[in-house]
């Protein structure tokens, strides 16, 4: 039996861009077959929903209780709701797993740290950092920011991105040896695709999903029409229209 973990999903209480409280997640995702999911809100940096003219306690206590409330509302369920973060550079973003709240507490300069900075402070408090959607073209961007040195490992399956994308993702992955990860960057349900991480077996903490991932038991997954039942979870790997590249980016690639 394999296990289905989501890794990207953002809140209502914390991301500007999500219509979705937290609590209406879990019957969704264990209706489509999830043993678990990821809440990565935006950060501070990102698209956030949380006053920044507030104390950094009290900013972080908004940001974390979007994944409070999903852990509460997944109470007696056979459904593990972990943490972890989106965060936001120059449009580049990166999830952030392993780190929690009193992490958070302890780097109220984080803002202000570089990507370099920013992994070395995740790696510190034995977490990773993956970095998502890398090749995601936006009207909002102006250009795609890539920094291998900063990653143990790269999205290359994201929902919200067109297939091209996703594929110019895997090569990135391929190219420079990474482990891959797969996400919904689920905002509202229903979606017309779902992304996943597949284990062979039960992950139970986000400290289990790291040293799971790292070690290469994840396998990256993917899903058309999810509410239809005749479809179901594939892997990335496997679909010629999610790794064959059929468009080159148009916004310049800027390596750091």
Same mark, same amino acid.
């Given at each position: 039996?394999?296990?289905?973990?989501?890794t990207h999903?953002?809140?209502?209480?914390?991301s500007?861009?999500?219509?979705?409280?937290?609590? +209406?997640?879990?019957?969704?995702m264990?209706?489509?077959?999830?043993?678990?999911?990821?809440v990565?809100?935006?950060?501070f940096?990102?698209n956030s929903?949380?006053?920044k003219?507030?104390?950094?306690?009290?900013r972080?206590?908004?940001?974390c209780?979007?994944?409070?409330?999903?852990?509460k509302e997944a109470e007696?369920?056979?459904f593990?709701v972990?943490?972890?973060?989106e965060y936001?550079f120059?449009?580049?973003?990166?999830l952030l797993?392993?780190?929690d709240?009193?992490?958070l507490?302890?780097?109220e +300069?984080?803002?202000q740290?570089?990507r370099?900075?920013?992994?070395d402070?995740?790696?510190?408090a034995?977490?990773?950092?993956?970095?998502a959607?890398?090749?995601?073209?936006?009207g909002?961007?102006?250009?795609?920011?890539?920094m291998?040195?900063v990653?143990?490992?790269?999205?290359?399956?994201?929902s919200?991105?067109?297939?091209?994308?996703?594929?110019?993702?895997?090569?990135?992955?391929?190219?420079?040896?990474?482990?891959?990860?797969?996400?919904s960057d689920i905002?509202?349900?229903?979606?017309?695709?779902?992304?996943?991480?597949?284990?062979?077996y039960k992950?139970?903490?986000?400290?289990?999903?790291?040293r799971a991932f790292?070690?290469g038991?994840?396998?990256p997954m993917f899903?058309i029409n999810?509410? +239809?039942?005749?479809?179901?979870?594939?892997?990335?790997?496997?679909?010629?229209?999610?790794?064959?590249?059929?468009?080159q980016?148009?916004?310049p690639v800027?390596?750091?």
């Amino acid at each position: 039996m394999n296990y289905l973990y989501e890794t990207h999903l953002h809140t209502a209480e914390a991301s500007a861009c999500s219509c979705t409280p937290a609590v +209406d997640y879990i019957e969704y995702m264990m209706g489509l077959g999830y043993s678990g999911m990821i809440v990565t809100d935006h950060f501070f940096t990102g698209n956030s929903c949380v006053p920044k003219n507030l104390p950094w306690r009290e900013r972080v206590e908004l940001y974390c209780s979007g994944y409070e409330h999903a852990l509460k509302e997944a109470e007696g369920y056979d459904f593990n709701v972990m943490f972890g973060i989106e965060y936001n550079f120059q449009g580049d973003e990166y999830l952030l797993y392993g780190v929690d709240k009193k992490w958070l507490l302890e780097n109220e +300069d984080i803002e202000q740290k570089s990507r370099k900075e920013v992994y070395d402070l995740v790696h510190a408090a034995g977490g990773i950092m993956i970095q998502a959607h890398p090749y995601r073209e936006r009207g909002y961007l102006s250009a795609i920011h890539l920094m291998p040195s900063v990653c143990d490992g790269a999205e290359v399956y994201n929902s919200g991105n067109p297939d091209y994308q996703n594929a110019l993702g895997f090569k990135y992955a391929k190219d420079n040896n990474f482990l891959m990860s797969a996400g919904s960057d689920i905002h509202a349900f229903p979606q017309l695709s779902m992304g996943a991480m597949s284990f062979p077996y039960k992950i139970n903490s986000i400290e289990e999903y790291v040293r799971a991932f790292m070690a290469g038991d994840g396998t990256p997954m993917f899903r058309i029409n999810p509410k +239809d039942d005749s479809t179901v979870f594939s892997e990335v790997e496997k679909s010629e229209a999610m790794t064959k590249i059929t468009k080159q980016a148009e916004l310049p690639v800027i390596l750091h």
